[in-house]
């Protein structure tokens, strides 16, 4: 496997797995009444998904403190290996509901964006320019941005959960549950199985490249603000590791509502393709 990113392959991975990078919270899959959906099989000795799933809301510092986060941003450092040298690239975060902007500034290469106002989900990349997200891409991203924690609203995600065993993850047992959502590529989870912690994430997207299979391991749990949140995600990819180190948490900021204001191109391309829409009905 080559160790290295070039600077081409980063910006193609990471314009897929930005969020990725990010997943602070896992992202439940629930069915339409809201329950979550065990394999009948595989999981008789095992916890339930739905269990398994509250461990890990408590683990964050339960089911109050997060539903009393209305807004948060973090800042952090990405180290990305390539063969000149390990890349330092800066990363902001900061989301509101169901809007966020997600900003990294790349050295010589300028900035990487990916954002939402809370309807339009959009990318912008020196490489590979302006766009809007469509199918699984929007759907990851609507996954993990549509709100703060995820895990509180269950009602809202259609799919199925499989609890499908328990497995050692660099020595720390963990119960493994699969999400497959109704559209977009299945995930597979792994809690700690004593606390419930989220220990690994596995997923596997398409990319310009084809598929690409990421694995994140968040770690360095620390208390913000009565919220337990992970200051250190390694995200394993086959050109090889890419590590954030989270610097700061915000939690209830006041952030102006124009952060999250649709960038001039990327209202362009909303407006042009409302009107090539508008005529096609006519």
């Known amino acids: ?15 897929t797995g930005l969020a990725t990078l990010f997943a602070v919270t896992t992202v439940p899959v629930f069915a339409q009444d809201g329950a979550v959906q065990d394999a009948p099989a ?23 403190a997060l539903e009393a986060v209305s807004s948060m941003a973090s800042t952090a450092s990405m180290t990305i290996p390539g063969p000149g040298g390990d890349m330092q690239v800066t990363v902001e975060v900061k989301q509101s509901g169901e809007k966020f902007l997600m900003q990294m500034e790349l050295p010589g290469m300028g900035s990487m964006r990916q954002g939402s106002n809370g ?6 990349n020196p490489m590979m320019g302006a766009q809007i997200l469509e199918g699984n891409e929007m759907e990851a ?17 259609d799919g199925e959960i499989s609890v499908t065993g328990k497995e050692s993850v660099d020595g720390t047992d963990c ?7 109704a559209e977009g590529p299945a995930t597979t989870r792994y809690f700690n199985a004593e606390n419930g912690q989220t220990v690994k994430e596995a997923v596997t997207q398409e990319s310009p490249m084809g598929p690409v299979t990421m694995e994140t391991f968040p770690s360095d749990y620390r208390d913000v603000n009565g919220l ?19 610097d700061e948490y915000q939690i209830n900021l006041e ?17 042009e393709a409302g009107e090539a829409d508008g005529g096609s009905d006519g």
Do not use: C, H
Not at 1 to 15: E, K, L, P, V
Not at 176 to 181: A, I, K, L, R, Y
């Open 255 to 271: 952030i102006d509502d124009s952060v999250f204001v649709l960038p001039e191109n990327i209202q362009k391309m909303v407006d």
């Open 119 to 124: 309807e339009v989900y959009w990318m912008e």
């Open 228 to 246: 337990m949140l992970p200051f250190m995600n390694t995200t394993v990819a086959p050109q090889g590791e890419m590590e954030v180190t989270f």
């Open 141 to 157: 991203a609507k996954q993990r941005f549509s709100t703060m924690f995820p895990q509180l609203g269950w009602s809202e995600y």
């Open 175 to 181: 119960y493994v549950v699969v999400f497959t959502p």
């Open 42 to 64: 595989a999981a008789q000795d095992l916890p339930s998904a739905n269990d398994i799933i509250e461990m890990n809301i408590e683990s964050m510092g339960g089911r109050a």
């Open 1 to 15: 496997m080559n160790r290295f990113f070039s600077r081409r392959q980063f910006t193609q991975i990471a314009a």
